[in-house]
């Protein structure tokens, strides 16, 4: 199974980027994808999350109402749709994929709960 993240860079604040991860190895029709974010000297924290056996979407309090994540099922590939950036969104912002789905929403949330991870693409945001 692999993730290949794309579509990092530099904006400025305020300011709109799209990340891309294409999945290839395993179905895309079941399990949960997912976006975490790593900031230097911080902990990798969740940032959206869908379902794929539905259209569930679900994101953290810092970026609810500006980030959006969908999916293309024809090209295996999810994205993560960044709005309004703030310096703060600054960091390496990875996607994951989990093979199960049924679990509380707050345990998908956890880094842990994924079983594949893709490379990291960085996302620099200036004020």
């Known amino acids: 199974v692999q993730l290949q993240a794309s579509g990092g860079g530099t904006v400025q604040a305020g300011g709109s980027l799209r990340l891309s991860c294409e999945v290839s190895g395993r179905t895309f029709r079941s399990g949960v994808m997912g976006w975490f974010r790593q900031a230097p000297g911080k902990d990798r924290e969740f940032v959206a999350g869908t379902k794929l056996s539905g259209y569930s979407t679900f994101y953290s309090d810092p970026v609810k109402g500006r980030f959006i994540i969908s999916r293309d099922n024809a090209k295996n590939t999810v994205y993560l749709q960044m709005n309004s950036l703030k310096p703060e969104d600054t960091a390496v912002y990875y996607c994951?994929?989990?093979?199960?789905?049924?679990?509380?929403?707050?345990?998908?949330?956890?880094?842990?709960?994924?079983?594949?991870w893709g490379q990291g693409t960085q996302v620099t945001v200036s004020s």
């Open positions: 994951a994929n989990s093979r199960r789905s049924d679990f509380p929403t707050g345990t998908l949330k956890v880094a842990s709960t994924y079983d594949y």
